[in-house]
């Protein structure tokens, strides 16, 4: 897909939110303080147009904020450039790789834009994540979540009322057993991150166990140690942004590396439970 190097003015009332547009939810988000913004420094990036100059209406696949921020302002126009005519799952990738990158899109709007093309590529989670340029192992919690998470896991996460790395632990610790999922959900939040780590082991090495078991065993004090790193600005670099992307701690993105470096150099052994 190629999008122009001109910029044009364009008239908002020629302009359609495109259905393939990601941003479903919390739309108003926020609005204020874009237009604001705008107000005082302007529109820094153009928005993205379907179609071609001069066969008005167009469809917005990209920057529906900044548009709904110059209609609050009463602007009539809007600086904008066009990518011609796409098919609707180009419209959608093109929308998801943009906003999947702001931190203010809503979970929501993400899985549901995320499983769409995972349907579309035929459940190839590969495809989906070299299409939007992300982690392959942020594609896949967005579907695990999807395909596992109870609707009370869901409608927090919609709500923003529980992290999804929280939920993404109680899958994992409950082993397909939804009530105790949820049950697990409401207790994980006011554990430490060290005892959730332990909650999540338990749980997935005792499925029969239920959820007070799994809290209790990982509130028992355990021997821990403390290694302190000095680390090139790169690896700091690379170490913020994996745990943003994959909902991480640093620590738990540094010792998730670390174990795997080891188990894969021959120099650690898991324990098996049988």
Request: net charge neutral; proline share 3%.
């Amino acid at each position: 897909m190629a999008i122009s190097e001109k910029i044009y003015d364009i008239n908002l009332k020629d302009i359609k939110i495109s259905k393939d547009n990601v941003r479903l939810t919390d739309k108003e988000v926020g609005i204020d303080e874009l237009a604001e913004s705008i107000e005082k420094h302007g529109l820094l990036q153009p928005i993205v147009l379907s179609g071609s100059y001069g066969s008005p209406p167009y469809e917005l696949i990209v920057g529906q904020r900044r548009f709904l921020a110059h209609k609050k302002l009463n602007r009539n126009s809007i600086r904008a450039v066009f990518c011609g005519k796409l098919p609707d799952i180009e419209s959608k990738i093109l929308s998801l790789a943009e906003n999947m990158h702001r931190v203010e899109l809503n979970h929501a709007d993400k899985v549901e834009a995320i499983t769409a093309l995972y349907l579309n590529y035929n459940k190839d989670d590969r495809r989906v994540a070299q299409e939007l340029g992300l982690p392959l192992r942020t594609i896949r919690d967005y579907i695990k979540i999807e395909e596992q998470a109870t609707s009370k896991a869901k409608e927090l996460l919609r709500k923003g009322n529980v992290k999804k790395a929280d939920v993404k632990r109680v899958i994992d610790a409950a082993q397909g057993d939804a009530d105790k999922a949820d049950r697990l959900l409401d207790k994980m939040a006011k554990l430490s991150k060290y005892e959730k780590a332990r909650a999540v082991n338990y749980g997935k090495s005792h499925p029969e166990s239920s959820d007070d078991e799994i809290i209790e065993e990982a509130k028992k004090p355990r021997m821990e140690f403390t290694v302190i790193l000095n680390l090139p600005k790169e690896l700091d670099n690379a170490l913020n942004k994996a745990a943003d992307q994959l909902s991480m701690e640093r620590e738990s993105v540094a010792v998730t590396a670390l174990s795997e470096w080891l188990e894969d150099n021959g120099f650690l052994r898991r324990k098996v439970v049988g």
